[in-house]
């Protein structure tokens, strides 16, 4: 006769969180949903993670009837507590979960944010070029059409452009002292990231030089964006069209200015931030914050402090379908 | 007894721990003077069971016969049982002998219709625990893992400290352990009686409980502007990419723990400090592992006996130095070698220092949080086993024991995700910090400061302390990228459950300065 033994609760509770756990980990992975939370870097290792709790599960099944006087289930809320959280209900992140700051295009690859030796360029040719290096040259510069009176506050453009409170530029040149703008045209980490090879010019799409335009699809969004912020020149004058949603904000942005922007994961959900460029048109104030929208408009380039950033001077917004998930540059 | 088993209450406890007396002091008092009682003893020591009311008979076996004829006690014991109705049997179990011996015997197809265990006491003697524990076998360890209260004998000539240690090493050994001293007859009685609540019952109440609080609370919170949605996203994103490399880690560590021989280590590893604190740095290099797996694989080496600055040399330099680190720093800087060096440079020597300064300053005293039980054995629960000579029985072990310190580490962890998740919500956007203005020691220190709330991987915080190398100086970025894989907040709570609080305070503070130091020193000499 076969020895009938009791459950062991401990074993049991263990072996359920470990087998639940794994079945979640691959479900998320197989449809693709550990995006919201991870980047796609993440896939071999949650896989790894399932397959390890599903062995531990296996493993455990021989003692799931050894008597044990004392057992404990206090320990698989350490699973219990993220399953719970991941099975509830709670959406994605979106922008309004954000608190707002964004990247422009280029700020999380460094290289826009410099021009090449440090020192201010020379304005593309317009009257902005003989005024005063103020910080208020990009506004100078369309000073025909539209007239911009609002004083940037101060602390907005230091987050961008690395200038401190009194106007001291913080040195940035030792990544350039130390070889990395060398390094960068090497296409060390392009290749990685987006295996976009050398000739990189052929690999994005929507490119017509003929017609002077640029239709940016969802998916290289930040590839076009990384490549506008880091060699604007060629581009300059062209139109271009891309899918966002609306960023607007007076402590970043002036009345005139909003950024059709995706959002960006580069580690984990943590570090979600707004991407873009930023857009200038009249007609801010009727674009509602937060919809989607698909904008067109021309590449002007605009210079910041002697940083120079092509920013689009919108001619049409319409309403667009949101586009799904997160933006993973590494 | 009419309608159910009869209740076994087993007394567990070393050789003259003080487990006859018990019995004598208990069976002998009014309580149970009025029922009749079965008590059979596996020992006998210096001490005669002996009942003054007649109303308690007691039967002895030997231990050769428990080794040779476990059969035969089984015969015996239902002979008794068939003779006359027992209320309660009350066993003396024999001090060397695991418990899994006696549930061979009371869950016998001829007993356990008959009978069943309710109640596991320990008897300890506060003086002797320490010793003992070090000295004895898996069996101890087991008896007292398993027993639902301990009974803390303590004398005169035995001080209050030894009493403190001995509750100590039993909560270490039995987390929650309810503790009641010789003479409090009324906490003894209670521990025996109580009524003792299914596991399964209460995880399922309190998990429903919390996804019915959650579901409540989240309308509420988020109409009072509490970011939930965000919290939770957070936790979660963290916890996916900190709970793979914590299998690794506790993997590893079960490895050292099952395979490596504790001999072998101490044969083999450099004398000098300075030699083992190089094959740290070695060991660091070459284990691809994060901040989340160094910590269980820290603990194991410390129990297997290599030197502490040495293992806590491996611990603040393996998460820096490793080869997925150095690639996903190089990949993220651009290929910025000088970066990648500055960081591998940074991170040995920092780690360095703070292991000389445990060798220098660090006294004698224990920081594994069991104390002489740690250096023993392992926490896992599965002493009765304690080394299968087979290869597929130290397969299943190193599993098991890779799962008990996945889950007691775990539960630590998570606990600081979700603090780090509350902070990075609550606090407004912590990328946000500007680092203008700000002196290069203010904005390293900002640096660190979100290194510590962050908890990022060390696999992946390269990227993040890129998207701040256009707001912070060169300096800041590094104490970022030096800092954060030694010491924040997942980290801090990781250590906690295996050491004790001083020392991960004491650890953390030196991570905080060396690492400050070195950077700003190595900084101020290249000029960042």
Request: proline share 5%; hydrophobic share 45%; glycine share 8%.
């Amino acid at each position: 006769m076969v020895k009938l033994r009791t459950l062991n609760a401990q074993v049991f509770l263990e072996t359920l969180c470990c087998v639940v756990f794994s079945g979640l980990v691959a479900y998320l992975v197989w449809r693709g949903r550990y995006l919201y939370y991870v980047t796609p870097r993440m896939k071999p290792y949650l896989y790894f993670t399932a397959a390890v709790m599903l062995i531990w599960a296996c493993a455990g099944l021989p003692r799931l009837f050894a008597p044990r006087n004392r057992t404990r289930s206090a320990h698989c809320f350490s699973l219990a507590v993220p399953i719970l959280l991941l099975v509830l209900p709670h959406s994605s992140l979106n922008t309004s979960d954000l608190s707002y700051n964004f990247a422009r295009g280029g700020i999380l690859g460094l290289s826009s944010s410099q021009s090449a030796n440090g020192e201010p360029l020379p304005m593309p040719g317009g009257p902005g070029a003989s005024m005063p290096d103020d910080g208020d040259i990009a506004r100078v510069l369309a000073s025909s059409e539209e007239e911009f009176y609002a004083e940037i506050p101060s602390n907005v453009y230091d987050y961008f452009t690395s200038m401190d409170e009194t106007g001291q530029e913080l040195d940035l040149s030792l990544y350039d002292e130390w070889g990395f703008e060398e390094d960068i045209d090497s296409d060390v980490s392009y290749d990685l990231a987006y295996d976009y090879g050398d000739d990189s010019d052929d690999a994005l799409s929507g490119l017509d030089v003929a017609a002077k335009r640029i239709t940016i699809s969802d998916d290289e969004f930040y590839q076009w964006l990384d490549r506008l912020f880091f060699d604007p020149d060629p581009y300059e004058g062209y139109v271009i069209r891309m899918t966002g949603f609306v960023l607007k904000d007076p402590k970043l942005l002036e009345p005139d200015e909003f950024v059709p922007a995706r959002l960006v994961m580069s580690c984990c959900v943590a570090d979600l931030l707004p991407f873009g460029m930023i857009c200038r048109s009249e007609y801010v104030g009727e674009l509602q914050a937060d919809s989607w929208v698909t904008v067109e408009g021309v590449i002007r380039i605009t210079e910041e402090n002697g940083y120079r950033e092509p920013q689009a001077w919108v001619t049409e917004v319409v309403p667009a379908d949101e586009v799904e998930g997160y933006i993973y540059p590494f | 007894m009419p309608g159910g088993r009869i209740p076994v209450f087993v007394v567990t406890g070393f050789l003259d721990s003080g487990k006859t007396t018990l019995l004598n002091d208990l069976l002998n008092r009014g309580d149970w003077g009025e029922i009749s009682i079965l008590v059979a003893q596996f020992e006998s020591g210096e001490v005669d069971f002996h009942s003054k009311n007649g109303n308690c008979e007691n039967i002895v076996f030997p231990k050769k016969m428990l080794d040779t004829q476990p059969e035969e006690i089984v015969r015996r014991l239902a002979e008794r049982l068939a003779d006359r109705e027992y209320d309660e049997i009350w066993i003396e179990w024999n001090g060397v002998a695991a418990l899994s011996r006696l549930y061979d015997i009371v869950l016998h197809r001829d007993l356990r219709k008959i009978c069943e265990i309710s109640r596991i006491a320990h008897v300890v003697d506060a003086g002797r625990l320490e010793p003992l524990i070090s000295g004895s076998g898996g069996a101890l360890l087991d008896q007292i893992g398993n027993s639902d209260f301990a009974v803390v004998r303590d004398s005169p000539r035995i001080k209050e400290d030894a009493r403190l240690e001995a509750v100590r090493l039993l909560r270490a050994v039995n987390p929650g352990i309810r503790i009641c001293g010789a003479n409090s007859y009324n906490d003894i009685h209670r521990s025996l009686f109580r009524k003792k609540r299914s596991q399964l019952v209460v995880f399922s109440i309190l998990t429903v409980l919390m996804a019915l609080s959650y579901l409540a609370a989240k309308p509420l919170l988020e109409a009072n502007g509490v970011p939930i949605n965000k919290v939770v996203n957070v936790f979660l994103g963290i916890t996916l990419q900190a709970v793979p490399f914590l299998l690794i880690g506790v993997h590893l560590s079960a490895a050292i723990e099952i395979f490596v021989d504790k001999a072998a280590i101490e044969r083999r590893f450099p004398k000098t400090v300075g030699a083992g604190m190089a094959a740290a740095v070695a060991a660091g290099f070459c284990l691809p592992v994060c901040d989340c797996a160094s910590i269980p694989i820290f603990r194991s080496l410390l129990r297997k006996g290599v030197p502490l600055p040495v293992a806590i040399t491996f611990l603040m330099s393996a998460p820096v130095t490793n080869p997925v680190v150095i690639l996903s720093t190089y990949y993220a800087f651009g290929g910025n070698l000088r970066i990648v060096a500055g960081r591998v440079f940074l991170g040995v020597v920092s780690a360095a220092v703070i292991g000389l300064l445990f060798a220098l300053g660090g006294g004698k005293s224990s920081i594994l949080k069991g104390g002489a039980f740690e250096r023993i054995s392992c926490s896992c629960g599965c002493w009765e086993d304690a080394a299968p000579a087979s290869f597929s029985g130290r397969l299943g072990l190193f599993f098991r024991h890779a799962q008990t310190e996945f889950f007691s580490a775990a539960g630590y962890l998570i606990v600081g995700i979700f603090i780090s998740s509350l902070l990075q919500s609550a606090g407004g956007d912590i990328f946000s910090f500007t680092g203008g203005g700000a002196g290069l020691a203010a904005s390293m220190a900002v640096m660190m400061a979100a290194g510590f709330v962050l908890s990022l991987c060390s696999s992946s915080d390269a990227v993040v302390a890129r998207s701040f190398a256009s707001q912070f100086p060169a300096g800041a970025v590094m104490a970022f990228l030096v800092f954060g894989p030694m010491m924040d907040i997942k980290n801090f709570m990781m250590l906690s459950y295996g050491f004790t609080r001083s020392f991960i305070l004491k650890l953390s503070a030196a991570a905080f300065l060396v690492s400050f130091s070195a950077v700003f020193a190595f900084s101020s000499i290249v000029g960042w």
